[in-house]
DNA sequence: TATTTCAGTAAACAGTGTTTGCTTTTTGAA
DNA sequence: TTCAAAAAGCAAACACTGTTTACTGAAATA
């Protein structure tokens, strides 16, 4: 049974913690401050992202002493993690099964990318802070959440399954290499969302030439992407 | 006259500052001990990020005290500032003409793509952190540097002048949206160079799949996204 | 019931960016 | 040359971080 905490605007994040029926009413309540403080965060962060977030706001928030937060998580960086990992499992939950038929599959294979753009971007601060600071993978486990890196393996996984579908099915070009081919597709959507984030008027105000809506160009640039893997 | 500092590595900075002749003694001191600043900084940013720059270290550094930084420097954030403007300038500096030759120009295109990613590999603590933090346009002045903006539109006009270049010549498609394909091609740009920031491994050893060298992946992604404008 | 465990706190520690007074040096004009 | 003004530099303080320590008081366990 998950837990589903309600958060300011549409956003229900599904938190991993389990509350069970079985725990002991310690641990129950536990678990219950527990989530207050990544309420909290989630709430903050999504406002001012990583910058307004200190342990000292966040315990004048739930009305507890800043060393209290310290019973709950080792250290604000796990903290801060959970709330990314949750994050980025929610971009990835998007329960659309690949279709066979050709016609619908490049409007799927669009969709994809687009889904994840416009996810992102309803979160920029997560968003951004998911790919902040560098991760290595085997070497150093205490720079990044395990669960961070499997989270993006797991949008890689989707992403190559999907232009292998497109591949079998005959839609995308035959030769291609795939894996080079999602690593580029998504590099490209990644670097729409980041730039989007951290420039909001990119679509519509930048420099000369004309205004573009974001849906516009989110939309003209998945096109584009798709495309350049069709036959 | 321009002030050539050595850094670390290879790369030359050139520092918009101009030691002048006619400068009063004074003055120009001034300026030498405010580059011997911006040489640290830059030493220390180029290897740690802004993470691992204080002032208090910076002041260690130079041998001066924490407060003398602030006769030369109004805030951190505008000794960094300065440090990301330069960077950014020296991205965009490739004294390369485009070529009217159209199989020169499919290369050269290629090129500019490359040119920009690999450059921003070479620094890439300075390129996240150009980067980092939203940057409105007309709105807040305060949030972000004036010439930080500007070299970027700068890049985009580049870019797309370049794009509008190979309509003309009659290589990329004639119906092409020239601003929206600029959109694209930079963020696609921008994207691999943040993801290979963040994740070194991200070429190589990616999950499943083969393994590709740095310069492969690039070249690739390249190829790909130039492709995807040639009627 | 006695003991141990755990939630919670206040205060301190080490670090940060930045400001304030103050001294010393340097500059520019009388 | 002399003298006021300006600037350079510093030590110390201020307000803020994340984090740890020592200590309560209240539950949970034996």
Known sequence: MYTICRLSPPWNVRVTEIIDEDMSPAERRRQKVRQTILDAAERVFAEEGEAGLSIRRLADEIDYSPGAIYKYFDSKQELVDELKEAFF????DRGEQAPNDRALF?????????????????????????????????AQPEDCAVSDVSNKKRAFEMLHSMVEGGVSIGLFKQDLDTYLASKSLWASSHGLALIMSHMPQFASD??????????????SHAAFLIEGLTA
Chains 1, 2 share one sequence.
């Open 89 to 92: 499992a929610q971009i990835l």
């Open 106 to 138: 490049l409007e799927y294979a669009r969709g994809c990318l687009e889904h994840y753009i416009r996810k992102a971007l309803e979160r920029p601060h997560h968003y951004a802070a998911a790919f902040s600071g560098r991760m290595e993978f085997e």
């Open 206 to 219: 930048f420099i000369t030439g004309p205004r573009h809506s974001e849906d516009q160009l989110i939309r």
